[in-house]
DNA sequence: GTGAAAGCGCTAACAG
DNA sequence: CTGTTAGCGCTTTCAC
C-alpha cells in the first residue's frame, strides 16, 4: 500500500524493529539516541521509523521507566486575562523540558482543588504548579505535603514551609500605589478586597496602611472586604457609599486589590453616576488589556507573569531533579501603571456627584 | 507504622490484592463494580483499599485497554474570556464523562497548531476538540483527517466534509446588528475583520451586509480587514479613517467581527478624542465582562460558550462511541447586547470629533 | 553491538 | 466465583 489509509492502530516499536531486522531493544536505543548501534543498523531503524510514520508512545514510555513526563497545573479559573496567561506560559516552559502541562481550574473551590490534586497524584504528575484558591495553607497543599508530592505554589500565597512559592511582590507595589496616591493630595481612601485571600490581602493592604500612614500619619483609610463571593462585595461597597453619604463624606480614591474588585467599583461608579477620576480615583491590582483603551484608563499594577511563570518552572524542575534545601519564598516585582483614573481630589467639575444614570 | 510516612511508591493493585487474600484480577474487578464478586471478599478489598489508601492509576489502566481516556483540546489562545469559559466548560464536561482535558494553546500559529495535535496523537487521545487558529481547511484538520482521529471543530469554522462542526451563528447574529444599527439612523457603517478567519468573517460580512442593504439599498459599507495580525489592523484603521477625514466623511457606527478589533477601534477613537456614542457609535462581536461597566457600556454579542462547549462534547462522544453518519455543523445562536456604545448619528453633542488627547 | 527477558500497573479472556 | 495467563507499548538490565 502505498499511504496507509486511515489506520487503526498505529505502528508500534514492534513493527518498526521487524521492517528494520533489529530487536525492538535496538530500535529503544537509537531512538534515545544510544550511540553504541552499528550506524548501518541505525540508519535501517530511521528509515523504517520515517516509512511508518513511528512515534513513541509518551505514556507507555512513561510508565515503563516509572517516571511522568507531567505537569500539572491548578488556577483558580481560566477566565481572566491572569491565570489564562499563566496557563499559556506554564505549558511553553513545561514544552521546553519534554514535559506537558496538564491544567486543570479549581473554579475558586477549595473542596474542587483537593479533588483535581488527587487525580493529578493518581496520574502520577512529576510536579505541581499550583495557585491556591485561599493561601498556603488550605487542603490542597495538605494533601500535596501528605502524600510527598513534589510542587511549587503561586500566586496567592507568600511564603510555605513544605513548599517552594512564587508570586507578586504585593506589598511593594501597593506601597507605590500608597504614594502615588498620597502624592496626588488624596487623604481619604477606601481599599477594597476579598478576606479568604488572606496572605495576599493582607500583603497588599498593609504594604498600601503603612506607607500611607508614614507619609500622612492621620490620612483615612477604609476598608471593606468581602469574605469570598464578589457578589457580596457589590452589597457591602453601594452600603459603604450609601452610609458615607448620608454622613456627607466618602473618599476621593479607591484601591481595589483584585480584577473583580475594579470591576465592582466601577459598576459601582456607574450606578452613582461617579466620573473617574473627576468624581474619585481607581486603581486596581491586576491589568487587563481593556483597561488602556477606556476612556478614562484604569490605573492597574501590572503582575510579572511570566516571570512568575519562569521562576516557578525553573524551581520546580530543580526539586523534581532532587536538589534538597529548604522552601524558598520568591517574590517578583510589579509595574504600577497610573493611568488616567487616577487624579487629585477636588480638581474634577463633577465633585458631588453627577445625574447621569 | 500508624500513617505511612511521605511515602515513594503508591500501593500497586498487587499490594491491595496480598492485603485482601484475593488476586489482583479480583481486585480490578470488585473495583470496576462488577457484582459476581463474593460479598466478603469484596469487603476484604474495600478494606485494604481503604487502608492502603489505594487508587488505580488512570494512565496504566488505560494503557491496557488501548483506550485512553483523555480529550485533547486546542484553542488559539487562553487569554480572552471566551476560550477561558470554552476550556472551563470543556473540562467539566469531559470530566462528567470520566475523562481527563488535556488543554494546549496553539497560540494563534498552524504550525504549533499542528504539533500540538501530533502529541496529542502520540498520546492516543479518544477525541480531539479543535478550535483551528483559521478554518476547517488548516493543516491540523487535515493530519485529523490523515491520521484517522476523530474530533470536532469548534469556533472558527462553518461546517466541514469529515469532521462535525459547532459554532456561533455568526451570520444570524450579524444581521441583528446590522437591524439594530440601520434602526437607529446609521447609514455609514464601518466593519472590521481578520481575513484569515475566512468562514467565520464572511459568515459574519455577509450576515451584516446582506441585512443591511435589504433594509437600505443605498447604505454604505467599508470594510477594513487585516490578514492576521491584531497590529497592523491598528494602521489600517488609523488610515482608513485619516483618509475618510481628508475628504469630510467618516462612518457613523463601527462593527468589530473579533475581540481585538473591538479594543484596537476603541483606542483609535481615543487617540482622535472621539467618544461613544457621541461621535462614533460601536458593537463587537464577542462580550467581556468589563464591557458593562466602563462609560459607556460596550455592545457586544455574546457567543453561547456552553451551549458550543455542551453541543461539542456530545457530538464528539458519539462519535467516539462509534456513532456513524455524515459530518454535522451546528450553529448555536448568539445573543445581541446593544448597550450604550450605540446610539443614533448626529445627536451627539461632539459632532466633530473633541478635542481631548 | 545486540536481543531475550522482565516488568511498569493494570485488565480481559479463560479456565477451573 | 476466582485466579492464572497474557499482554497494552515501552525501556532496561544482562547475558551473549
Known amino acids: 500500500m502505498a499511504h496507509r489509509e486511515t489506520q487503526q492502530r498505529r505502528p508500534s516499536i514492534h513493527d518498526v524493529a521487524s521492517r528494520a531486522g533489529v530487536s525492538a531493544a535496538t530500535v529503544s536505543k537509537v531512538l534515545a539516541g544510544v550511540t553504541t548501534v552499528k550506524p548501518e543498523n541505525a540508519q535501517r531503524v530511521f528509515d523504517a521509523v520515517d516509512l511508518l510514520g513511528y512515534r513513541v508512545d509518551p505514556l507507555a514510555s512513561d510508565m515503563r521507566r516509572a517516571k511522568r513526563r507531567i505537569i500539572g497545573a491548578i488556577m483558580p479559573e481560566f477566565e481572566s ?90 506589598a511593594a507595589a501597593s506601597a507605590e500605589v500608597a504614594r502615588a496616591l498620597v502624592g496626588k493630595g488624596h487623604r481619604h481612601i477606601l481599599v477594597v478586597g476579598l478576606g479568604q485571600q488572606a496572605a495576599t490581602v493582607r500583603a497588599r493592604l498593609e504594604g498600601f496602611r503603612a506607607t500611607a500612614l508614614q507619609l500622612v500619619p492621620d490620612i483615612r483609610i477604609d476598608v471593606v472586604l468581602a469574605e469570598s463571593e464578589v457578589e457580596p462585595l457589590r452589597t457591602l461597597l453601594s452600603d459603604y457609599f450609601s452610609e458615607g453619604a448620608s454622613r ?110
Open 81 to 170: 486575562e491572569f491565570f489564562g496567561q499563566m496557563v499559556s506560559e506554564l505549558e511553553g516552559l513545561a514544552e521546553q523540558r519534554g514535559f506537558t502541562l496538564v491544567a486543570a481550574s479549581s473554579r475558586e473551590s477549595e473542596a474542587r482543588e483537593k479533588e483535581i490534586l488527587a487525580r493529578m497524584h493518581d496520574w502520577r504528575v512529576a510536579g505541581i504548579v499550583l495557585a491556591p484558591v485561599r493561601n498556603e495553607h488550605g487542603p490542597a497543599a495538605g494533601f500535596m505535603k501528605a502524600n510527598g508530592m513534589t510542587g511549587v505554589l503561586i500566586d496567592r500565597v507568600l511564603a510555605d514551609d513544605a513548599f517552594d512559592t512564587v508570586s507578586a511582590d504585593s
Open 248 to 357: 456627607g463624606e466618602r473618599p476621593t480614591a479607591v484601591y481595589s486589590l483584585f480584577l473583580k474588585g475594579t470591576l465592582v467599583a466601577l459598576s459601582e461608579f456607574r450606578r452613582r453616576g461617579w466620573h473617574c477620576p473627576d468624581d474619585i480615583s481607581l486603581v486596581g491590582f491586576d491589568d487587563a488589556e481593556w483597561m488602556q483603551v477606556t476612556w478614562p484608563a484604569i490605573a492597574a499594577v501590572v503582575q510579572p507573569v511570566r516571570e512568575i511563570a519562569s521562576n516557578a518552572m525553573d524551581v520546580l524542575f530543580r526539586r523534581i531533579e532532587g536538589e534538597g534545601g529548604p522552601p524558598r519564598a520568591r517574590l517578583e516585582p510589579c509595574k504600577v501603571l497610573m493611568r488616567e483614573s487616577v487624579g487629585s481630589p477636588g480638581s474634577g467639575p463633577h465633585l458631588g456627584g453627577g445625574s447621569r444614570q
